[in-house]
């Protein structure tokens, strides 16, 4: 039994000393001292890593400039809270002309109301007559 096991045990060789380690643990080193041997001279992403917040951020200051500070369906005038809404909600497409500063209010309705769940039984009751508005 002993003999079976040993005869089963797959090992590959560390990258750095070569010393055998077992192959099912999908390790490349065999310690954390080879391990940082193997990332000497790595170069990682450099720079901010939220750098799509700031040109958002920066996108929606110019748009205020340009375009005043309220809501361009609605005009609610609270500044802090516009969003910006891509018109053909391709959020890669920042031109100007597909840039629109609304409020959260007709935001949610540009996105969701045409999808509500609520708007259809709504509709096949009052249809029906059992829902009635007063």
């Known amino acids: 039994m002993a003999c079976y096991g040993i005869s089963c045990r797959k090992e590959h060789p560390c990258v750095v000393c070569e010393k055998l380690i077992l192959s099912g ?4 080193t065999c310690s954390r001292i080879c ?5 000497t001279g790595i170069r990682y992403k450099k720079g901010r890593l939220h750098d799509k917040v700031v ?17 361009e369906r609605c005009s609610y005038n609270k500044v802090e809270i ?6 053909d909600r391709n959020k890669s497409n920042n031109n100007l002309n597909n840039l629109e500063l609304i409020c959260p209010n007709c935001h949610f309705e540009e996105h ?7 708007k259809n039984i709504i509709r096949e009751r009052s249809d029906s007559g059992l829902f009635h508005r007063t």
């Open 25 to 28: 643990l999908n390790k490349k």
């Open 35 to 39: 391990s940082n041997k193997n990332r």
């Open 55 to 71: 040109s958002q951020r920066a996108l929606k200051m110019k748009l205020i400039r340009i375009r005043g500070e309220s809501c």
């Open 82 to 87: 516009l969003q910006t809404h891509h018109r």
């Open 112 to 118: 969701y109301l045409e999808k509500s769940w609520l």
